[in-house]
């Protein structure tokens, strides 16, 4: 049975146990062979590190191993990749938030969507939102920053609607 080509942003399990994060296929300058960039995603411990592929693929030396628990020296971890599908999906949800906020051209309705999201809104939104209205925040916590966000809307709707545009 031939193993497919590690892709970036997969983890792998080392038959010892440490878990890693393919960061890209590279070809070796000296050989012209195929090798895994990949580090560690252990806590503590960022080190980068280059293998072979055809090493990074191959089985485990039961001889020299008997009590390894995996067949090969590195196996994809399915239920890491799930979560981190998920955790794209988390922030895909975000940045659709953020881009529909971008979208509105009246302060009104910027202020209807925040009341009508607050539930939606994280501190990544409050940055992109606060930014592109040229709004300095400065509280800390997210509900701080929600309100003073809102407080804001409301004075410039208040002293800028008798405004000529």
């Keep these: 049975m031939e193993r497919r080509i590690p892709r970036a942003g997969e983890i792998y399990r080392h038959f010892k146990g ?16 195929d090798m895994v960039i990949f580090e560690s995603v252990e806590e503590g411990d960022k080190n980068v590190y280059a293998s072979f592929l055809e090493a990074f693929l191959s089985p485990v030396d039961t001889k020299k191993y008997p009590q390894a628990d995996q067949g090969y020296r590195f196996m994809l971890c399915r239920d890491m990749q799930e979560s981190s599908a998920a955790r794209l999906r988390r922030q895909g949800s975000r940045t659709a938030l953020i881009l529909q906020f971008l979208e509105l051209e009246e302060d009104e309705d910027r202020l209807r969507f925040l009341q009508s999201h607050q539930t939606q809104i994280d501190s990544r939104f409050l940055t992109a939102a606060a930014e592109s209205m040229e709004f300095v925040e400065n509280g800390e916590s ?4 929600f309100a003073a966000l809102v407080r804001f809307l409301r004075t410039k709707i208040k002293y800028e609607s008798g405004r000529l545009r």
């Design 142 to 145: 997210v509900e701080e920053r």
């Design 18 to 33: 440490k878990k890693y994060k393919v960061l890209s296929i590279a070809t070796c300058t000296e050989t012209g062979e």
